[in-house]
């Protein structure tokens, strides 16, 4: 009886994890938005291939990754 009590459980840490990834998705989306304005990075875009979408994009990459690594060897 535990064991589907345990699963139950698990469902409902997965769905709250799924709303807490979708506010977090949004609050990095901000945060790399407002990351990707002001003069600095005029210039560092101003000398790459990349337009401002691919910044943000790859931009979202890294800070993911980085939020990932530090949590999984925590």
């Known amino acids: ?3 589907i009590i345990t699963m139950s459980k698990t469902k409902e840490f997965n769905m709250l ?14 945060i790399c938005d407002w990351t990707l304005t002001g003069d600095d990075v005029d210039q560092l875009l101003g000398s790459t291939p990349l337009d401002i979408n691919e910044a943000h994009s790859y931009l979202m990459q890294l800070v993911i990754g980085k939020l990932a690594n530090k949590y999984i060897k925590s």
């Open 17 to 30: 994890a799924d709303k807490a990834t979708k506010e977090a998705m949004d609050a990095i989306y901000n």
């Open 1 to 3: 009886m535990s064991k």
